[in-house]
């Protein structure tokens, strides 16, 4: 294993680049729009409940692959051209953020309505009770939840490896089809993917532990 990852170190490392990017970019994307759907499922307005509803489950029933695919050879033939990384980035984020509004979603409501009464009541607006009041708490709330989904992303990512998306799955591909030496090498993948998520995975413990006592 480690023969393979000193000889390829460049090739892999940069395939750990593109998969450190594309996560990024999906968890800031997701966590954005999930959020908002996370509200419309909450509104008080039947439609836009609905909108948020539909699409949280249509989403999280589809394959990423599938989603993945869809912005990978539809897109490109009927709307736009969008490379490989381009289009697994934008799937993942899609199908990440329908799971991250659900976790939004309960960690809101999970939060005593007396809170929003007594902040409503006190003269803030939605917005502001929402912001300083309901969402503070919520954030404790769903820390775990949602650790878990950050690390899914982060393998979900593994994705673009399907659409030539240049991530590390990618590139162990290419290293295994030229050494044949296909066990070492997806070792080799597996111990960076650790050195991602493990970090990631005591730093959410550790989030968890001191909120929860703050």
């Known amino acids: 294993m480690f023969s393979v990852l000193f000889d390829n ?3 892999l490392i940069n395939g750990l680049g593109y998969t450190v990017w594309c996560s990024i970019l999906a968890l800031i994307g997701s966590c954005v729009i999930g959020t908002v759907f996370a509200l419309m499922e ?36 009927y709307v736009m ?3 490989g990384f381009t289009a697994g980035t934008i799937g993942l984020t899609i199908y990440t953020s329908a799971f991250i509004a659900e976790t939004v979603r309960a960690g809101i409501e999970s939060v005593p309505v007396g809170q929003m009464e007594g902040a409503r009541s006190n003269g803030l607006s939605y917005l502001q009770a929402m912001t300083h009041i309901i969402f503070p708490q919520a954030v404790k709330i769903i820390i775990p939840p949602l650790g878990n ?7 979900n990512s593994s994705v673009l490896a399907f659409v ?15 050494n044949l030496q296909t066990f070492n090498t997806y070792l080799a993948v ?9 970090p990631l995975s005591y730093f959410m413990r550790y989030l968890e532990k001191r909120w929860q006592t703050a």
């Not at 307005?45 to 912005?71: A, Q, S």
């Not at 989904?149 to 393998?155: E, G, R, T, V």
């Not at 597996?190 to 493990?198: A, M, V």
């Open 9 to 11: 170190w460049g090739t």
């Open 190 to 198: 597996g111990l960076l993917y650790l050195i991602i998520t493990l």
């Open 42 to 77: 909450i509104s008080a307005h039947k439609v836009v409940r609905v909108i948020g509803r539909v699409y949280v489950e249509v989403v999280r029933n589809i394959p990423l692959l599938v989603i993945t695919m869809f912005f990978y050879v539809v897109i490109p033939k």
């Open 81 to 83: 051209a969008i490379d």
């Open 149 to 155: 989904q950050f690390i899914n992303l982060i393998k």
């Open 164 to 178: 030539s998306g240049f991530d590390l799955m990618y590139q162990g591909k290419l290293v295994a089809s030229a």
